[in-house]
């Protein structure tokens, strides 16, 4: 596809329950981004990869959180024992390698429930 | 750390009033500034930015000056129309801290035929 692809687009999960929201990044994107959105908020930084490796995790709020990116292109974000503190549009970006001003192109995200 | 205030919303206006939504910032070094826009319904799109300070950043008839005296990068617009109504967030990124956006709370603008 053209542009950042994230699945599901809404999840609805219990309370204490493991999900694992998907994002393909733009074809040939080095870089990829994960960002958490409550509601009425701006989007807060999770982690960061360039290539396979995450080059920052300084935005995971805890252990329960971890991401992945296995072959540099399709990543996933994995929260286990999921609180209803989770909820959240959870948003996905992309960009190509290069100087720090390099646009990073957005995904509409999945809206985690957690009843 | 470094951070980015915006004004709260939402701001309503009349098609064709001139749209003013301030935005400052704090952050070490140098860093770039953005204002994204997000359309009901869909994701966030860059609207413009600027790298470096007096840079003016412009698309759609948006404007921004990089203001590094006051900190600022407070977004304009002459004439606003109905389909503006969205959330506009302000952010940047230092050069210390990778490519990561750090983003205001977004304001909310509604224009009124």
């Known amino acids: 596809g053209a542009g950042v692809s994230q699945t599901p687009s809404n999840k609805v999960t219990e309370k204490g329950k493991y999900v694992e929201l998907r994002c393909d990044p733009i074809?040939?994107?080095?870089?990829l981004y994960w960002y958490r959105q409550s509601l009425g908020q701006g989007p807060e930084f999770l982690i960061y990869f360039q290539g396979t490796g995450a080059a920052d995790d300084s935005g995971l709020p805890n252990d329960r959180f971890f991401a992945v990116r296995p072959e540099g292109s399709v990543s996933t974000l994995k929260i286990q024992r999921t609180e209803r503190g989770d909820s959240a549009v959870y948003l996905c970006?992309?960009?190509?390698?290069?100087?720090?001003?390099?646009?990073?192109?957005f995904g509409q995200g999945t809206r985690l429930t957690v009843v | 750390g470094d951070s980015v205030t915006q004004m709260e919303g939402p701001v309503t206006l009349s098609e064709e009033a001139f749209l003013t939504i301030n935005c400052t910032y704090t952050a070490t070094g140098y860093p770039s500034l953005f204002w994204y826009v997000q359309y009901p319904g869909e994701g966030l799109q860059l609207l413009l930015k600027?790298?470096?300070?007096?840079d003016k950043g412009s698309n759609k008839g948006f404007e921004a000056t990089y203001r590094k005296e006051t900190t600022s990068f407070h977004l304009e617009k002459g004439s606003v129309q109905v389909s503006d109504s969205a959330v506009y967030f302000c952010?940047?990124?230092?050069?210390?801290?990778?490519?990561?956006?750090?983003f205001g709370g977004g304001t909310r603008l509604m224009v009124k035929p």
């Open positions: 952010a940047l990124t230092s050069p210390n801290a990778g490519n990561m956006l750090t």
């Open positions: 600027a790298t470096k300070a007096d």
């Open positions: 074809s040939g994107h080095t870089a």
């Open positions: 970006a992309s960009s190509l390698a290069g100087p720090p001003n390099t646009e990073a192109f």
